[in-house]
């Protein structure tokens, strides 16, 4: 049997579904009973509650022989970064206490490291405490969303504009659909435990002229790709709304691509196929 977290979230979602039609027992976890229904109707088990509950997730990992879990943003704590250690934490010692043979989990590109790199620390200490929590561990350390393009989705419909963070709108990335992310999951899920190890996950690449370019194309009208400098980062954030933590900690994680001291460096790399006009013809859908 599989336990999997995040089934309400892109990824998720896809792992457990993958897990179902290959016709595997799957015991999915949500935080409310409404969105647990639509599990339930396709044969999956439902658990009934949160990742940073430790005592409830060794409950619902009994019998596990793979989990999926992810680290969830809890952006309304008052300390982000020690809200992110102790969950990490939880979810080790539970994964300790069920004895979880194998753990499969959504990392970032970065989580090597544990300074430097905003709200991917939490990813550093996930991996770290699952090293040693005697599971094996599969930690996908996937790129830059394609889905991240949501995220300019109302100034861009709105304001005919696409924010950068960037240092340069020409530069390419490799961007990763999500559901290439499941499906790598799931797989390594349905391979089951072999050794621990990082595997870098990226997919095609784009710019932000090119992303801005599809979303407009796609939104039938020209964008204005919006460059802000590093050091209007914070203020920007801000007055979008974020918590001055949180502003500040994706500012330290723009630095750090920019720097390129975040950069892949796992124990091997797989590519996605998924295309962003997919994702974006998806999400206006």
Same mark, same amino acid.
């Given at each position: 049997?599989?336990?999997?977290?995040?089934?309400?979230?892109?990824?998720?979602?896809?792992?457990?579904?993958?897990?179902?039609?290959?016709?595997?027992?799957?015991?999915?976890?949500? *935080? @409310?009973?409404?969105? $647990?229904?639509?599990? +339930?109707?396709?044969? =999956?088990? !439902? &658990?009934?509650?949160?990742?940073?509950?430790?005592?409830?997730?060794?409950?619902?990992?009994?019998?596990?022989?793979?989990?999926?879990?992810?680290?969830?943003?809890?952006?309304?704590?008052?300390?982000?970064?020690?809200?992110? *250690? @102790?969950?990490?934490? $939880?979810?080790?010692? +539970?994964?300790?206490? =069920?004895? !979880? &043979?194998?753990?499969?989990?959504?990392?970032?590109?970065?989580?090597?490291?544990?300074?430097?790199?905003?709200?991917?620390?939490?990813?550093?200490?996930?991996?770290?405490?699952?090293?040693?929590?005697?599971?094996?561990?599969?930690?996908?350390?996937?790129?830059?969303?394609?889905?991240?393009?949501?995220?300019?989705?109302?100034?861009?419909?709105?304001?005919?504009?696409?924010?950068?963070?960037?240092?340069?709108?020409?530069?390419?990335?490799?961007?990763?659909?999500?559901?290439?992310?499941?499906?790598?999951?799931?797989?390594?899920?349905?391979?089951?435990?072999?050794?621990?190890?990082?595997?870098?996950?990226?997919?095609?690449?784009?710019?932000?002229?090119?992303?801005?370019?599809?979303?407009?194309?796609?939104?039938?009208?020209?964008?204005?790709?919006?460059?802000?400098?590093?050091?209007?980062?914070?203020?920007?954030?801000?007055?979008?709304?974020?918590?001055?933590?949180?502003?500040?900690?994706?500012?330290?994680?723009?630095?750090?691509?920019?720097?390129?001291?975040?950069?892949?460096?796992?124990?091997?790399?797989?590519?996605?196929?998924?295309?962003?006009?997919?994702?974006?013809?998806?999400?206006?859908?």
């Amino acid at each position: 049997m599989f336990v999997v977290a995040g089934v309400s979230g892109h990824v998720g979602s896809v792992v457990a579904s993958k897990l179902l039609e290959a016709g595997r027992s799957v015991r999915v976890i949500v *935080r @409310d009973a409404e969105k $647990g229904k639509p599990w +339930a109707a396709r044969g =999956a088990e !439902v &658990a009934i509650g949160n990742l940073d509950d430790r005592a409830f997730l060794e409950t619902a990992l009994k019998g596990a022989e793979g989990f999926f879990t992810l680290l969830p943003p809890n952006f309304a704590v008052a300390d982000f970064y020690a809200w992110q *250690r @102790d969950t990490a934490q $939880g979810i080790a010692d +539970a994964v300790a206490a =069920a004895g !979880v &043979a194998h753990t499969v989990i959504l990392s970032s590109v970065g989580a090597d490291l544990n300074e430097g790199n905003g709200p991917i620390k939490g990813l550093f200490h996930l991996e770290q405490s699952l090293l040693k929590s005697g599971t094996t561990l599969t930690a996908i350390r996937a790129g830059y969303f394609q889905e991240n393009v949501g995220n300019s989705l109302t100034p861009a419909q709105a304001a005919g504009i696409f924010p950068n963070f960037a240092p340069s709108a020409d530069y390419p990335m490799p961007m990763i659909a999500t559901r290439d992310i499941g499906a790598l999951a799931a797989e390594e899920l349905l391979a089951g435990p072999r050794t621990s190890e990082t595997v870098d996950l990226h997919g095609p690449a784009y710019s932000i002229n090119d992303v801005a370019g599809k979303l407009g194309a796609a939104l039938g009208k020209s964008l204005h790709v919006l460059n802000i400098p590093a050091d209007q980062h914070v203020a920007t954030l801000l007055q979008a709304g974020m918590p001055p933590q949180i502003a500040e900690s994706f500012a330290e994680m723009y630095a750090g691509f920019a720097s390129g001291r975040i950069s892949p460096r796992g124990d091997r790399m797989v590519h996605g196929t998924t295309e962003l006009d997919e994702v974006i013809q998806s999400m206006l859908a």
